[in-house]
């Protein structure tokens, strides 16, 4: 088996409130389409809020006291989003109710959800409903329904959400990831050895994984 034919793990750390994480994702995986390799995915765990209550916050007023922008310029960059949303074929919705909200919980159940073996699915699933449809995706029956969309046991899910263990597991993956120097998203980590930051665009992307195919025919050589 060659390197190419060999699935290519990438590790991203991410958060699904995160709209240049999907972005990321769809441009990645684009680029992964046009070269015809398979990727194995793992979705890491980063809260871009910890602190953030259940009830979440209004997403424009929190963008404005978080990054310190102006009205007209988070109207900006949010249309921007969109619209490079729908150049990917994803669709972002942002309106004047759009709020942001606590992810943990979300993190809890893709911890679960990759043993078994259906954490891209849900990743995908979270991306959607929160980006999308606008739904609260730290409302635990929002969660419930999501996981059960995936084929995954909701009363399972439950008794992850009330896990302890799983909520020191999570912590325990999240802070090794900022432990490596990552404090933003998405971060990818392509064959555990290769760290890329931001949405680099298809282009990009394309650009990377060749470098990455070259290198590992060339080590194998």
């Known amino acids: ?12 750390v991410s958060d699904v409130v995160c709209p240049w994480c999907i972005v990321g994702f769809k441009q990645l995986e684009q680029a992964l389409n046009e070269l015809g390799l398979v990727a194995d995915i793992h979705w890491q765990p980063f809260q871009l809020n910890p602190q953030m209550g259940s009830e ?6 929190h963008v404005i006291e978080k990054y310190g922008v102006s009205v007209e310029e988070s109207i900006s960059t949010r249309e921007r989003i969109s619209s490079i949303g729908k150049s990917l074929n994803f669709e972002i919705n942002f309106t004047d109710n759009s709020r942001i909200y606590n992810t943990f ?41 999501i996981v059960e969309s995936v084929n995954l046991d909701k009363n399972e899910a439950k008794q992850i959400l009330l896990s302890e263990d799983v909520t020191a597991e999570v912590n325990q993956i999240a802070q090794f990831w900022t432990s490596q120097g990552i404090s933003g998203v998405p971060a990818m980590i392509f064959n555990q050895r290769h760290l890329v930051t931001g949405a680099q665009g298809t282009e990009n992307y394309t650009s990377i994984l060749n470098q990455i195919i070259s290198l590992a025919q060339t080590e194998q050589e």
Not at 56 to 61: A, I, K, P, S
């Open 105 to 145: 919980s979300a993190h809890k159940l893709l911890h679960w959800a990759e043993q078994k073996g259906l954490q891209h699915e849900l990743k995908l699933a979270l991306f959607t409903a929160y980006f999308s449809q606008g739904i609260d995706v730290s409302n635990q029956e929002r969660l419930l329904e």
């Open 1 to 12: 088996m060659t390197a190419t034919q060999q699935p290519l793990r990438i590790d991203i």
């Open 56 to 61: 979440g916050q209004d997403l424009r007023e």
